[in-house]
């Protein structure tokens, strides 16, 4: 089988237009990429047509090795050994402005990113539910709340958020998660997800408080707690705890990922994921999907455009769709990370 020329190791970004047709180049020869401009000729390659359904901001395959062509879905980072990465002393990065964090509040970034520790904040009480909402429309989110919350003294009161999706992850404790009426064991380092119009409560156990992250997805801002239990649990989706598996890990170059809650739960709204980062900056990239991460273990730095920030254990970074960024971990043996992405189900793809 021939094999195609690699123009560039990531994805074009291209705003295609409704009904317009478009000629994607498969063989890697082009001077037009990522559309073809009739260099395959005397090879085995063709392009590829896509007429575009709506005006919308698409990726564009530029390795030429994907199997969603025209579009990205993350091969070249396979065809690499290492992640592409950034020199933080490099004179353009010594030059970018290091903002102080304030202990209870969030630290805001270029472009509507910010990072902040949700378990410094002020938290509202609904029983034994402490939970601070800190990612909201308010705050510059499309499609995605999320909060912090800690049960701990037994069962939680029953809560609802409507019709949307419930993404969530336990950070710390055990305990049981009851949803519509089904039970579910949890413990430290559990994803979970609700599906819409579903009714949840937690009961801990031992003596850790239940600490996590909820993911509310599309936007929700407030939590219902006057609901009783539903029985309305979706059995077409028995399944709803992921937890981590080094064997299921998916490479990217030299890190790993590993997808926790996706469509594969039923999740259409968001996909959860968790990652490793080696002590390194990642290259400054884009991202399609607005995206929350929540650092689990390690430090590091935070960069945008123009300011940095450090972050750590315990932090969660908001990054709205397409800001520049570049997360650096500082920490010789690696940062563990959290993230919860919308819309898109493939954490491998930036450009
Ligand atoms: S120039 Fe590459 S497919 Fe036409």
């Known amino acids: ?108 970034l270029d472009g509507g990113c910010f990072v902040v520790n949700p378990s410094t904040m002020v938290a509202g009480e609904a029983g034994n539910f402490r939970h601070v909402e800190f990612l909201s429309q308010g705050t510059g989110a499309k499609y995605q709340s999320q909060n912090y919350a800690v049960v701990k003294d037994g069962s939680s009161p029953v809560i609802s958020y409507g019709g949307s999706y419930v993404v969530g992850f336990i950070l710390e404790g055990d305990g049981e998660l009851h949803i519509s009426g089904r039970k579910f064991n949890v413990q430290r380092r559990t994803g979970f997800v609700v599906h819409p119009n579903e009714t949840f409560q937690f009961l801990q156990k031992g003596d850790v408080p239940l600490e996590m ?26 399944q709803r705890i992921a937890v981590i598996d080094r064997e299921n890990a998916e490479s990217m170059a030299d890190r790993f990922f590993q997808v926790l809650i996706d469509k594969r739960m039923g999740c259409r709204a968001a996909t959860q994921f968790i990652g490793d980062i080696p002590e390194s900056k990642a290259e400054p990239h884009r991202h399609l999907y607005e995206e929350s991460i929540i650092i689990i273990q390690g430090r590091g730095t935070m960069w945008t455009d123009t300011v940095k920030t450090d972050v750590g254990a315990g932090d969660v970074i908001f990054l709205p769709q397409k800001q520049l960024h570049s997360l650096q971990s500082t920490d010789p043996d690696g940062m563990l990370v959290l993230g919860v992405i919308y819309p898109g189900d493939n954490p491998s793809i930036n450009y």
């Open 1 to 108: 089988m021939a094999i195609p020329e690699i123009p560039k190791y990531k994805p074009y970004f291209f705003e295609v237009k409704k009904g317009k047709s478009y000629l994607w180049c498969s063989c890697g020869r082009s001077k037009k990429q990522p559309l073809c401009d009739g260099s395959h000729r005397d090879t085995e390659f063709m392009p590829v047509r896509y007429v575009a359904k709506s005006d919308e901001d698409v990726l564009f395959c530029g390795c030429k090795h994907t199997g969603s062509a025209p579009f990205c879905d993350g091969a070249h980072n396979n065809l690499l050994d290492e992640y592409p990465s950034d020199d933080p002393n490099s004179p353009e990065n010594i030059a970018i402005n290091n903002i102080v964090r304030e202990v209870g509040k969030p630290t805001t």
């Open 213 to 238: 992250y909820l993911n509310v997805c599309p936007i929700e801002s407030r939590p219902d707690f006057s609901s009783d239990m539903r029985d309305n649990f979706d059995s077409e989706f028995p």
